[in-house]
């Protein structure tokens, strides 16, 4: 449990956001509050889930309101730098990130700017390739992957800067129940704090310490999640399993 006295690690005061397209706010006067652990993102499709991860890694401003990042306000271009040196985001569509030839220059460009040299750009790339064992992809044409081929290559751009938080917007989209697994398989090793947008209940029963709903605009918070055991056919056959159920 985290630190009365400690500042949240990331946190909206008194947000107000709107699209310029849109008439009416995304969100008004939002107060968001991440202490640092694993926190599940859950509503609704357009109830403003994306909005909310590009406001706290500041892809998106506020109209009114401030975005603090362990207890600092993001005001100037170095905050903002700093914020997201800090926080990582893998974007819901992996096309949205990925823009270099191959995919070790895709994994490297991170840390080459942050300041490593190219050799140990590449080493760090391939380290974090070996994590999500995607190594034999290194030379492999970025645009020729398959999506979730890609999915796991934007996660490793991600990871090979060392974000102390990471924001994962539908992290299994697009991967099959292999690639679905070696991903929760990383994501459970890895202790950093998340914030993940999912519907996918069986990732979130397994990575996820609590939740919150996003619903016109309001979130609701809740540290327990109901879990209950249920079965259903599969095209590998029928076995019980884990869902969680709001």
């Known amino acids: 449990m985290q630190n009365p006295t400690q500042a949240p690690l990331l946190e909206l005061r008194k947000v107000t956001f709107s699209y310029e397209q849109r008439a009416k706010p995304v969100f008004e006067q939002l107060d968001f509050s991440f202490p640092g652990n694993r926190m599940g993102l859950i509503g609704d ?13 500041g892809l998106l401003k506020p109209t009114t309101g401030m975005v603090y990042f362990q207890g600092n306000p993001i005001q100037s271009d170095t905050d903002l730098v700093q914020l997201r040196r800090s926080v990582g985001m893998v974007f819901q569509q992996a096309d949205d990130q990925l823009f270099c030839p191959t995919v070790l220059e895709d994994v490297a460009f991170g840390p080459l700017n942050l300041g490593q040299t190219s050799r140990q750009a590449k ?60 991903l929760l398989t990383t994501l459970q090793a890895l202790e950093i704090p998340m914030i993940i947008i999912s519907h996918d209940w069986d990732l979130l029963s397994k990575l996820a310490d609590g939740y919150v709903a996003l619903e016109n605009g309001k979130l609701t918070f809740s540290e327990q999640m109901e879990i209950h055991n249920h ?12 869902h969680q159920h709001c």
Not at 148 to 161: D, F, H, N, P, S
């Open 45 to 57: 499709n357009g109830s403003g889930k994306t909005t909310l991860l590009h406001l706290l890694v």
């Open 231 to 242: 079965k259903h056919a599969h095209p590998m056959g029928s076995h019980t399993h884990e």
């Open 123 to 182: 080493a760090t790339a391939l380290e974090v390739l070996q994590l999500l064992r995607m190594e034999n992809y290194i030379e492999r044409i970025t645009h020729t992957l398959s999506g979730g081929e890609k999915r796991m290559i934007a996660l490793a751009t991600v990871l090979a800067m060392n974000p102390k938080v990471l924001l994962l917007d539908e992290p299994t989209n697009d991967l099959d129940r292999t690639a679905k697994n070696r």
